[in-house]
């Protein structure tokens, strides 16, 4: 009989068919630590002005860079869950 779900008849569970990845905490802490110092230099490079102007710009990209980073990390842990 074809089983689509590849059911054990043993009742062992099975083992996953790829281990789990490592990295993926770490990574998200990353993110996390690099949106917090990129939005806080954001804020007061902007607050300052002048030619500190361009740095809080620069910072403003990374910093939604870093929440891309962290809304795909999000769906694609949940996805492999």
């Not at 043993?10 to 802490?29: C, D, Y």
């Not at 710009?57 to 990374?62: F, L, Q």
Request: net charge positive.
């Amino acid at each position: 009989m074809n089983d689509p779900y590849h059911l054990d008849p043993s009742g062992r569970p099975t083992a996953p068919a790829s281990g789990r990845r490592g990295g993926g905490v770490a990574l998200r802490a990353l993110l996390w630590v690099v949106f917090i110092v990129s939005a806080a230099t954001n804020i007061v490079g902007n607050t300052i002005g002048g030619t500190s102007t361009l740095v809080g710009m620069g910072a403003g990209i990374i910093a939604v860079g870093c929440i891309a980073g962290l809304i795909t990390h999000h769906f694609v842990a949940r996805r492999r869950a």
